[in-house]
């Protein structure tokens, strides 16, 4: 058995480690989570991200995010493309989600029509 514990990390493992560093060097929180992200995405993945935002300071959604924009999404194809009315399919969601579904809805509706998305 080695001494060095260092010598035996895999290569996940050796690149969570790295990024673990650069955390503590930069002494900035937000590098810690590239060294958990290591955990949950394989090697080139990883790299692949640094390549393409490196520098850059990005905010993750969150499910409850993504959701709201799909549900707003639904709602939006339903009344414009299906026939249903917007009053059914909003009272259709939860009570509690239905201001944040609507306010995205609304959104979501301007840019459709900015874009020219639905044509």
């Known amino acids: ?62 499910i409850q995010d993504l959701q709201t924009v799909i549900k707003s999404l639904n709602i939006y194809v339903g009344t414009k493309f299906h026939g249903k009315h917007y009053d059914d399919m909003i009272t259709a969601i939860p009570k509690k989600e239905r201001k944040k579904v609507r306010d995205c809805y609304d959104k979501l509706s301007h840019i459709m029509e900015l874009y020219k998305i639905n044509e």
């Open 1 to 62: 058995m080695r001494k060095n514990k260092l010598l035996d990390l895999n290569t996940v493992e050796l690149y969570n480690f790295i990024l673990f560093a650069l955390y503590k060097l930069r002494d900035n929180p937000d590098y810690l989570v590239l060294s958990e992200m290591m955990l949950l995405l394989d090697k080139d993945t990883v790299l692949t991200l640094m390549e393409y935002f490196g520098g850059l300071t990005i905010t993750i959604p969150t």
